[in-house]
Protein backbone atom coordinates (compact mmCIF):
# COMPACT_ATOMS: atom_id res chain seq x y z
CA UNK A 1 0.00 0.00 0.00
CA UNK A 2 1.26 3.67 -0.87
CA UNK A 3 1.49 5.77 2.18
CA UNK A 4 4.17 7.93 3.72
CA UNK A 5 6.70 6.57 6.11
CA UNK A 6 8.33 8.64 9.63
CA UNK A 7 10.53 7.44 11.69
CA UNK A 8 11.23 7.17 14.45
CA UNK A 9 7.83 7.13 16.34
CA UNK A 10 9.61 8.70 19.71
CA UNK A 11 12.77 10.33 19.85
CA UNK A 12 14.82 11.84 22.66
CA UNK A 13 17.65 14.35 22.19
CA UNK A 14 19.78 15.77 24.89
CA UNK A 15 19.58 19.72 24.63
CA UNK A 16 23.08 20.93 22.17
CA UNK A 17 22.40 17.91 19.46
CA UNK A 18 21.01 17.98 16.45
CA UNK A 19 18.54 15.48 15.20
CA UNK A 20 17.27 14.24 11.92
CA UNK A 21 13.49 12.73 11.34
CA UNK A 22 12.89 10.48 8.75
CA UNK A 23 10.21 11.05 5.81
CA UNK A 24 9.60 8.55 2.82
CA UNK A 25 6.39 8.41 0.36
CA UNK A 26 5.84 5.82 -2.22
CA UNK A 27 2.72 7.67 -3.78
CA UNK A 28 4.75 9.63 -6.34
CA UNK A 29 3.73 12.60 -4.66
CA UNK A 30 5.25 16.08 -5.86
CA UNK A 31 5.07 18.25 -2.82
CA UNK A 32 5.84 17.39 0.84
CA UNK A 33 6.01 19.53 4.19
CA UNK A 34 6.96 19.30 7.47
CA UNK A 35 4.47 20.46 10.15
CA UNK A 36 4.80 21.02 13.82
CA UNK A 37 2.26 20.91 16.53
CA UNK A 38 2.67 21.60 20.65
CA UNK A 39 -0.08 20.21 22.53
CA UNK A 40 -3.55 21.45 21.97
CA UNK A 41 -2.84 23.55 19.12
CA UNK A 42 -3.19 23.32 15.16
CA UNK A 43 -0.29 22.88 13.32
CA UNK A 44 2.55 24.60 12.13
CA UNK A 45 4.08 24.83 8.90
CA UNK A 46 8.10 24.30 9.07
CA UNK A 47 9.42 24.44 5.42
CA UNK A 48 7.58 22.65 2.45
CA UNK A 49 9.20 21.10 -1.00
CA UNK A 50 7.32 21.34 -4.35
CA UNK A 51 9.72 19.72 -6.52
CA UNK A 52 13.39 17.72 -6.00
CA UNK A 53 16.05 20.09 -4.81
CA UNK A 54 13.95 23.26 -4.40
CA UNK A 55 12.03 23.77 -0.41
CA UNK A 56 10.58 27.22 0.59
CA UNK A 57 10.58 28.42 4.09
CA UNK A 58 7.28 27.96 6.60
CA UNK A 59 5.90 30.04 9.20
CA UNK A 60 8.73 28.45 11.95
CA UNK A 61 11.26 27.76 10.34
CA UNK A 62 14.20 29.16 12.21
CA UNK A 63 15.92 26.21 13.62
CA UNK A 64 14.96 23.46 11.40
CA UNK A 65 16.90 22.59 8.02
CA UNK A 66 15.55 20.46 4.94
CA UNK A 67 17.01 18.62 2.35
CA UNK A 68 15.18 17.55 -1.02
CA UNK A 69 17.39 15.18 -2.95
CA UNK A 70 14.87 12.52 -3.93
CA UNK A 71 10.82 12.76 -4.93
CA UNK A 72 10.41 10.50 -2.28
CA UNK A 73 12.31 11.47 0.66
CA UNK A 74 12.04 14.81 2.98
CA UNK A 75 14.20 14.64 6.00
CA UNK A 76 14.04 17.24 8.50
CA UNK A 77 16.65 18.56 11.09
CA UNK A 78 15.70 20.03 14.50
CA UNK A 79 19.46 21.96 15.19
CA UNK A 80 20.82 22.98 18.28
CA UNK A 81 19.59 26.60 17.49
CA UNK A 82 15.91 25.47 17.84
CA UNK A 83 14.92 26.53 21.55
CA UNK A 84 12.25 24.71 21.91
CA UNK A 85 11.87 21.43 19.69
CA UNK A 86 9.83 19.54 22.28
CA UNK A 87 6.88 18.28 19.74
CA UNK A 88 4.79 16.28 17.59
CA UNK A 89 6.30 16.72 14.15
CA UNK A 90 4.23 15.92 11.22
CA UNK A 91 5.31 14.63 7.20
CA UNK A 92 2.41 15.46 4.77
CA UNK A 93 2.79 14.97 1.13
CA UNK A 94 0.34 16.47 -2.21
CA UNK A 95 0.30 15.65 -5.38
CA UNK A 96 -0.20 18.15 -8.16
CA UNK A 97 -2.56 17.10 -11.07
CA UNK A 98 -2.60 17.72 -14.62
CA UNK A 99 -2.13 21.73 -14.84
CA UNK A 100 0.05 21.17 -11.81
CA UNK A 101 -1.48 22.41 -7.99
CA UNK A 102 -4.83 23.85 -7.50
CA UNK A 103 -7.08 23.93 -4.51
CA UNK A 104 -8.88 20.33 -4.53
CA UNK A 105 -5.42 18.94 -3.89
CA UNK A 106 -5.59 16.88 -0.61
CA UNK A 107 -2.77 16.24 1.62
CA UNK A 108 -1.87 12.52 3.04
CA UNK A 109 -0.30 12.82 6.42
CA UNK A 110 2.17 10.41 8.17
CA UNK A 111 1.86 9.18 11.88
CA UNK A 112 4.13 11.36 13.19
CA UNK A 113 7.02 11.60 15.14
CA UNK A 114 7.34 12.82 18.46
CA UNK A 115 10.50 14.28 19.96
CA UNK A 116 11.42 14.98 23.42
CA UNK A 117 14.20 17.20 24.42
CA UNK A 118 15.61 16.00 28.10
CA UNK B 1 -3.56 32.79 5.76
CA UNK B 2 -7.47 32.18 5.14
CA UNK B 3 -9.08 32.40 8.69
CA UNK B 4 -11.76 29.95 9.36
CA UNK B 5 -13.71 29.94 12.78
CA UNK B 6 -15.08 26.57 14.40
CA UNK B 7 -15.88 25.99 17.89
CA UNK B 8 -13.41 24.78 20.53
CA UNK B 9 -15.56 21.09 20.97
CA UNK B 10 -18.63 19.49 20.67
CA UNK B 11 -20.51 16.48 21.75
CA UNK B 12 -22.60 13.67 20.43
CA UNK B 13 -24.42 10.55 20.92
CA UNK B 14 -23.31 7.59 19.38
CA UNK B 15 -25.21 6.84 16.33
CA UNK B 16 -27.01 9.98 16.24
CA UNK B 17 -25.88 12.72 13.37
CA UNK B 18 -23.11 15.27 13.91
CA UNK B 19 -23.12 18.68 12.30
CA UNK B 20 -19.62 20.40 12.84
CA UNK B 21 -19.69 24.23 11.86
CA UNK B 22 -17.48 26.49 10.20
CA UNK B 23 -17.07 30.06 9.76
CA UNK B 24 -15.36 31.56 7.06
CA UNK B 25 -16.49 35.13 6.12
CA UNK B 26 -13.50 36.52 4.74
CA UNK B 27 -13.59 33.30 2.12
CA UNK B 28 -12.49 34.18 -1.33
CA UNK B 29 -14.06 32.94 -4.70
CA UNK B 30 -11.51 30.25 -5.37
CA UNK B 31 -10.77 29.07 -2.01
CA UNK B 32 -11.70 25.62 -1.23
CA UNK B 33 -12.93 24.19 1.93
CA UNK B 34 -11.54 21.59 3.04
CA UNK B 35 -11.82 19.31 6.17
CA UNK B 36 -9.03 16.60 7.66
CA UNK B 37 -9.56 15.00 11.20
CA UNK B 38 -7.27 14.22 13.45
CA UNK B 39 -7.39 10.85 16.25
CA UNK B 40 -4.83 10.84 19.40
CA UNK B 41 -1.79 11.11 18.62
CA UNK B 42 -1.89 10.15 14.96
CA UNK B 43 -1.76 12.18 11.68
CA UNK B 44 -5.00 13.98 10.09
CA UNK B 45 -6.24 12.36 7.55
CA UNK B 46 -8.37 13.88 4.99
CA UNK B 47 -12.50 13.71 4.81
CA UNK B 48 -13.87 16.03 2.64
CA UNK B 49 -13.76 19.35 0.46
CA UNK B 50 -15.58 20.86 -1.89
CA UNK B 51 -15.85 24.85 -3.53
CA UNK B 52 -19.57 25.80 -4.11
CA UNK B 53 -21.94 22.33 -4.00
CA UNK B 54 -22.39 20.10 -1.24
CA UNK B 55 -20.18 17.37 -1.39
CA UNK B 56 -20.48 13.65 -0.52
CA UNK B 57 -18.18 10.69 0.24
CA UNK B 58 -17.95 7.67 2.21
CA UNK B 59 -16.54 9.15 5.15
CA UNK B 60 -19.19 12.07 5.50
CA UNK B 61 -21.08 14.84 4.07
CA UNK B 62 -20.49 19.36 3.23
CA UNK B 63 -23.09 21.50 2.87
CA UNK B 64 -21.57 24.76 1.89
CA UNK B 65 -23.59 27.98 2.19
CA UNK B 66 -24.97 29.81 -0.35
CA UNK B 67 -22.80 32.65 0.20
CA UNK B 68 -20.09 30.44 0.85
CA UNK B 69 -19.42 32.20 4.58
CA UNK B 70 -19.96 29.02 6.24
CA UNK B 71 -19.69 25.33 5.38
CA UNK B 72 -21.21 22.26 7.98
CA UNK B 73 -19.33 18.88 8.31
CA UNK B 74 -21.89 15.96 8.50
CA UNK B 75 -21.10 12.54 10.06
CA UNK B 76 -24.49 10.57 9.76
CA UNK B 77 -23.36 8.44 12.22
CA UNK B 78 -21.43 9.15 14.74
CA UNK B 79 -19.53 6.21 16.00
CA UNK B 80 -16.86 6.19 18.82
CA UNK B 81 -14.23 6.20 16.33
CA UNK B 82 -15.20 9.47 14.96
CA UNK B 83 -13.65 11.03 17.78
CA UNK B 84 -10.96 13.15 16.88
CA UNK B 85 -9.85 17.23 16.45
CA UNK B 86 -11.97 18.45 12.91
CA UNK B 87 -10.25 20.61 11.04
CA UNK B 88 -12.11 23.31 8.37
CA UNK B 89 -9.46 24.87 6.08
CA UNK B 90 -9.83 27.38 3.58
CA UNK B 91 -7.18 26.71 0.57
CA UNK B 92 -6.62 29.27 -2.19
CA UNK B 93 -7.02 27.91 -5.77
CA UNK B 94 -3.53 29.60 -6.78
CA UNK B 95 -0.86 29.62 -4.60
CA UNK B 96 -0.95 25.64 -4.29
CA UNK B 97 0.83 24.60 -1.22
CA UNK B 98 -0.46 26.24 2.12
CA UNK B 99 -2.94 24.45 3.80
CA UNK B 100 -3.41 26.47 7.31
CA UNK B 101 -4.85 23.98 10.44
CA UNK B 102 -6.24 26.41 13.38
CA UNK B 103 -7.19 24.81 16.64
CA UNK B 104 -9.94 22.78 15.17
CA UNK B 105 -13.25 21.19 17.10
CA UNK B 106 -12.97 18.17 19.65
CA UNK B 107 -15.39 15.89 18.88
CA UNK B 108 -16.22 14.09 21.61
CA UNK B 109 -18.94 11.46 21.13
CA UNK B 110 -20.64 10.02 24.00
CA UNK B 111 -21.52 6.03 24.28
Known amino acids: DGGITQSPKYLFRKEGQNVTLSCEQNLNHDAMYWYRQDPGQGLRLIYYSQIVNDFQKGDIAEGYSVSREKKESFPLTVTSAQKNPTAFYLCASMASGTRGFSGANVLTFGAGSRLTVL | DAKTTQPNSMESNEEEPVHLPCNHSTISGTDYIHWYRQLPSQGPEYVIHGLTSNVNNRMASLAIAEDRKSSTLILHRATLRDAAVYYC????????????FGTGTSLTVIP
Open chain 2, 89 to 100: ILRPANTGNQFY
